[in-house]
């Protein structure tokens, strides 16, 4: 592995949605590294547009060359063109949120969004990451990868993101163990306060990948209306595994 490369990927991968903007000094600090190294890799990562240098404040943010690649990656998936359609048509049934999430190593982030028309919603952001114990649309990738995947994520242990978060290996299996009998899982206020999930797992033929998710307020997904969106939600989640498996789109990294 080259050392510089990997500190200077690592670098990058500081700027997140929490933190998009960071001063030379303030990143060297976070990353326990030597201001001069971090300035290095700044100036290079500038020079190449991965990141951009404001005049005034002398603050870094990600650059239009991070953009470009993001948007190659996400065109060369065709989720637009193959598999958002259905994900729009489950939006339309179901008149919620609706999104698709792809596990990625060790977390899972969004990839798709649909959100309904004229109600009452939340935001959901394409690009969102989060552990694998937090909410359905996590917990329904996790139930099914190996135990040892299950056991490293409860050695690193949880973060309450709010009251109601999975916050221990005890909790975490039994919803696990609730999703794998069901085939599908249910979240509640867990990471967004007040509102409610169900997902479904998304596999391709070596597995689980991610899994396809309905979300709305609490006070909307009554148990009426959450038992009316779950075959609606298998049946996008069967539509779209087999165009992934018809096309060979390959989603997970």
């Known amino acids: 592995m080259l050392k510089t490369l990997d500190l200077s ?23 326990n590294i030597n201001h001069t190294n971090i300035y290095r890799i700044l100036e290079t ?6 990141v951009t240098k404001d005049p005034v404040t002398k603050k ?11 948007k190659i990656m996400y065109e060369s998936l065709n989720v637009d063109t193959l598999i958002k359609p259905s994900l729009d048509k489950l939006c339309e ?11 990625d190593r060790d977390e899972a982030v969004t990839l798709a969004a649909v959100e309904p028309e004229n109600k009452v919603r939340f935001t959901v952001s394409a690009g969102s990451r989060s552990p694998l114990y937090v909410g359905a649309s996590y917990r329904s990738i996790l139930a099914f990868l190996p135990e040892e995947v299950v056991e490293k994520v409860i050695s690193e242990g949880f973060i309450k993101y ?11 299996k039994e919803e696990l163990a609730r999703i794998r009998k069901n085939g ?32 709305g307020p609490i006070y909307r997904m009554t148990e ?30």
């Open 9 to 31: 990927l690592k670098v990058l991968r500081m700027f997140t949605r929490e933190m998009p903007v960071w001063g030379g000094r303030e990143l060297a600090n976070e990353m």
């Open 45 to 50: 990562l500038e020079k190449n547009r991965f």
């Open 60 to 70: 870094y943010s990600l650059g239009y060359a991070t953009w470009e690649l993001g």
């Open 93 to 103: 049934e179901t008149g919620e949120s609706v999104f698709l999430t792809i596990l």
């Open 162 to 172: 709010t009251k109601y978060t999975v916050d221990s290996g005890e909790k975490l």
């Open 184 to 215: 599908w899982g249910e979240s509640q206020g867990e990471f967004t306060p007040e509102v409610l999930a169900i997902a479904v797992p998304l596999n391709d033929d070596f597995g689980v990948i991610g899994s396809i998710t309905v979300s």
């Open 224 to 253: 009426e209306h959450k038992k009316a969106c779950l075959p609606l939600l298998m049946k996008a989640r069967d539509e779209i595994e087999v165009i992934i498996k018809r096309y060979n789109i390959k989603l997970k990294s």
